[in-house]
């Protein structure tokens, strides 16, 4: 956990992953870099506490979230899997046409 934050109990913790799930299925449109950083600072991880939960590298860490490179669907499910999330595809819904 990043020394900067005090240490949360069970119940705090699980209420900002709850917090975080809402947030996030609120906002689907967000990128992949936006959704990674996300998680790893409401979790409270610095860059390679959270690359090493999720075996992968810091410098692929950091660079995903600047948006300097783009990850594999493998990359991104390794980083989503801390939070119990999964890769997935968003479809879009045709609008109605108005009269």
Known sequence: MDKRYATLTASEQNQLRRELMERLAATPELPIPQVI????KTLRFTIPEYAKI????????QDIERGVSSPT??????????????????????QR???
Do not use: F, H, Q, Y
Not at 37 to 40: C, K, L, S
Not at 54 to 61: E, F, G, H, I, Q
């Open 54 to 61: 999720c075996n992968v590298s810091a410098r692929t860490l």
């Open 37 to 40: 950083r996300d998680i790893r």
């Open 73 to 94: 669907l493998d990359t991104v499910d390794k980083l989503l899997r801390p939070m119990g999330m999964r890769a997935g595809a968003v479809l879009a819904v045709p």
């Open 97 to 99: 046409e108005k009269n």
